[in-house]
């Protein structure tokens, strides 16, 4: 069993940055592949950003590709989510998900999702 809190969220003007951070508890930390999300009112949540178990491959979404930077630090048992050029598209809640050994983008294969953190970007 995992549990995920995520931290960070906030209002920026656009262009500002937002780190987001996911703390994990439970064993076993590092067998997890690590994921960012997204959902802003009315859409589907979306793949943001994952990173593999030691890190050494991570994965973007084309929309923050550049801009977002996805890093854990399995001592700590913490995922982040740097976040700069922010724009008012990217307004939504943020979730970090774990999954057992995977850490691609389809949101199914995640088994532990935190409870998300708002994200708002003024224009």
């Known amino acids: 069993q995992v549990q995920l809190v995520e931290s960070g969220g906030g209002l920026v003007q656009a262009g500002g940055s937002l780190r987001l951070s996911c703390a994990a508890s439970?064993?076993?930390?590092?067998?997890?592949?690590m994921g960012w999300f997204r959902q802003a009112p009315g859409k589907e949540r979306e793949f943001v950003a994952a990173?593999?178990?030691?890190?050494?491959?991570?994965a973007y979404a084309d929309s923050v590709k550049g801009r977002f930077t996805i890093s854990r630090d399995n001592a700590k048992n913490t995922v982040y989510l740097q976040m700069n050029s922010l724009k008012p598209e990217d307004t939504a809640v943020y979730y970090c998900?774990?999954?057992?050994?995977?850490?691609?983008?389809?949101?199914?294969?995640?088994?532990?999702w935190g409870q998300g953190t708002q994200v708002t970007v003024s224009s």
């Open positions: 998900a774990a999954s057992l050994y995977y850490s691609g983008s389809s949101r199914n294969r995640y088994d532990y």
């Open positions: 439970g064993r076993s930390f590092s067998n997890y592949g």
């Open positions: 990173i593999s178990l030691k890190g050494g491959s991570t």
